[in-house]
């Protein structure tokens, strides 16, 4: 079975403080997919990023980076110089190869103090 | 613009009552997917379907059915057979292939049943 464990319920930060979530998964599989996405207030999941478990280089995108540990079975998600607007709930899930079902974690609720 | 619809938003509908919630999509997808979100909740896969006529069971299917005759279309029907049926749903759909693709989700529609 595939599990997702995001261990933080609710962080606050104050405005550009870096703020880091953690995701932990277990799968039996060789070949799986990690994704991040963001959930705003409006509702709706936005999709960050998508990561094969052969590509363990860790990856930046704006403020975002990732930093991916099979070690570790880690995933984690940094935020840098935090803004109000990354206000949301984020979440982290897994599928395995060839299969687009999802396993999500809990999420984690960022709230960004101005 | 490309996407994926949900509608109504907002739905309220008494106790007993059989409730369809719609799901278009013009991205030309072929898998699409019904989830369910509780309070504090991760998403959890009520129904999916990777092709027209053709769709299955998620983790949650019990007191839900949908139908897939359309490659747009993908509706899920809450029946008085769900014993909480007051939840978000989330419709998404991901690409055609082989590989894992990431998920691009509605608006989302929050049903109260009381």
């Known amino acids: 079975a595939q599990k997702v464990t995001q261990a933080q319920t609710e962080i606050s930060v104050v405005e550009k403080e870096d703020v880091t979530l953690d995701c932990v998964y277990e799968t039996r599989d060789t070949t799986y997919y990690l994704f991040w996405y963001k959930q705003p207030p409006s509702g709706e999941l936005v999709f960050l990023i998508r990561?094969?478990?052969?590509?363990?280089q860790n990856e930046i995108s704006g403020r975002y980076s990732w930093n991916f540990q099979k070690s570790t079975s880690s995933f984690n998600f940094t935020i840098t110089a935090s803004q109000v607007v990354d206000s949301a709930v984020y979440f982290c899930a897994l599928s395995k190869y060839g299969n687009n079902r999802l396993a999500f974690g809990k999420g984690n609720q960022v709230v960004v103090i101005p | 613009d490309g996407g994926i619809t949900q509608s109504p938003k907002y739905l309220f509908r008494k106790e007993g009552q059989n409730v369809t919630l719609s799901c278009e999509q013009n991205?030309?997808?072929?898998?699409m997917y019904w989830y369910r979100q509780d309070p504090g909740q991760g998403l959890r896969l009520i129904y999916y379907?990777?092709?027209?006529?053709?769709?299955q069971k998620g983790d949650i299917a019990e007191g839900y059915s949908v139908s897939r005759e359309k490659k747009e279309s993908f509706p899920l029907t809450v029946t008085s057979a769900q014993k909480n049926p007051t939840a978000f749903y989330l419709c998404a759909s991901s690409p055609p292939g082989q590989d894992t693709y990431e998920q691009y989700f509605g608006p989302g529609t929050r049903l109260t049943v009381t």
């Open positions: 991205l030309n997808h072929d898998a």
């Open positions: 990561r094969n478990s052969f590509d363990e």
């Open positions: 379907s990777q092709i027209v006529n053709d769709f």
